[in-house]
């Protein structure tokens, strides 16, 4: 068998994979072995069956054959003695006891063939059981490694040089525009403001308060009748 993980039929229905897996070095390569030793052997164990059953109906017809004679010979036997002849009649029956002895044990054959037959049905199904939870195992096997793959490839990208050059080089433009805004602002340190900038300062100033005296005029307006109430 591959890699001798199963000795034999009740290594598998007995086995423990998580076992298995646990002490793999490569989980995905040995669940795919398991796999396919597990198939192999079902292949051996349905072929057996096959087999066993073929002896099994072998086995009938000739059980059936030796009571056919049996009572064969029983008929024999009857008539002899309708017509007085016991040497016949005991000859008859020595036969039918001959036979009978190969009937029991052809019989006692068959029953042994249909409990090995039992058990292999069992091991079939047991087997199939154990197959299908590999099979199951090789998909989350599979998953696993993917997503474990992907989140590589994504950290492998976040820490690729060029990302972090360019974010480096980003950081410079940054600093220079700080630089830049810097030395806009180093200009209106500690100077006057102009006469014009003075005017444009007190125009400005006006036109909101004349704005605000508009809109104290337009709520006063609008709060005196309800008060009048």
């Known amino acids: 068998m591959i890699m001798g993980i199963f000795s034999r039929l009740a290594d598998i229905v007995n086995s423990n994979i998580n076992a298995i897996l646990d002490r793999a070095e490569d989980p995905e390569k040995i669940i795919r072995l398991i796999i396919q030793e597990m198939e192999d052997t079902l292949v051996e164990v349905r072929s057996s069956a096959v087999r066993t059953i073929a002896e099994k109906k ?19 036997a009857e008539l002899a003695v309708t017509k007085d ?8 029956l020595l036969a039918k006891a001959r036979v009978a002895e190969a009937v029991a044990a052809l019989d006692g054959q068959r029953r042994q063939i249909e409990e090995s037959l039992g058990k292999q ?16 195992r090789e998909q989350v096997i599979a998953t696993r490694q993917k997503t474990a793959a992907n989140r590589i490839k994504l950290r492998t990208r976040l820490h690729d040089e060029r990302i972090t050059d360019a974010f480096a080089r980003f950081e410079q433009v940054e600093r220079a525009l700080d630089e830049m805004e810097g030395k806009v602002e180093v200009f209106d340190l500690g100077r006057k403001p102009t006469l014009a900038e003075t005017f444009a300062g007190l125009e400005a100033e006006d036109g909101v308060d004349e704005e605000l005296k508009a809109l104290k005029e337009r709520l006063g307006n609008r709060i005196r009748p309800e008060a009048a109430r």
């Open 58 to 76: 072998e086995v009938e017809r000739r059980l059936a054959g030796a009571r056919r004679e049996q009572e064969e010979w029983q008929r024999r």
């Open 85 to 92: 002849r016991e040497d016949l009649a005991k000859g008859a």
């Open 121 to 136: 049905n069992e091991d079939i199904a047991k087997l199939q059981a154990k197959l299908a939870d590999a099979k199951a």
